[in-house]
């Protein structure tokens, strides 16, 4: 049965299970976009054990547990996979100050990633302050 059809999960990690799929953390209760990561399977399987989203960091290329040194926790309530079982959405409720480890003028976290839009002229706006 096609991957669109069924009710198994079909996730492809690769045969040594270090391929990544991109993740979406999303806040459940604003629908938010806080976060794009990306899950290698031992990340994912550790999000389903743990309920908080866990990551494979490409820069540091290893886990990263979203809290663990900020504080800044996503606490996972639901984990939808797409069509083609190739991306995840991690329906998230987050516990702490925000979800971005870049910080506003006050010192705060963003609470999302997306903090800035493009303009014309490739000039960045501040959305969240």
Same mark, same amino acid.
């Given at each position: 049965m096609a991957k669109e059809y069924t009710t198994d999960l079909l996730l492809d990690f690769g045969a040594d299970g270090k391929? @990544?799929?991109?993740?979406?953390?999303?806040? %459940?209760?604003? +629908?938010?976009v806080l976060i794009l990561a990306y899950a290698s399977k031992e990340a994912l399987e550790e999000t389903i054990s743990s309920g908080f989203a866990t990551?494979?960091? *490409? &820069? *540091? *290329?290893? @886990?990263? +547990? %979203? /809290? @663990?040194? &900020? /504080?800044d926790w996503l606490k996972v309530e639901e984990i939808r996979v797409n069509c083609?079982?190739?991306?995840l959405i991690y329906m998230v409720t987050p516990l702490g100050d925000g979800a971005c480890h870049a910080r506003n003028p006050s010192g705060r976290p963003y609470t999302t990633c997306y903090y800035r839009r493009i303009l014309q002229g490739n000039k960045l706006e501040f959305i969240e302050l």
């Open positions: 391929q @990544l799929i991109p993740v979406i953390a999303q806040d %459940k209760q604003t +629908k938010e990551f494979y960091s *490409r &820069s *540091r *290329r290893e @886990l990263w +547990k %979203k /809290g @663990l040194t &900020s /504080g083609e079982q190739n991306a």
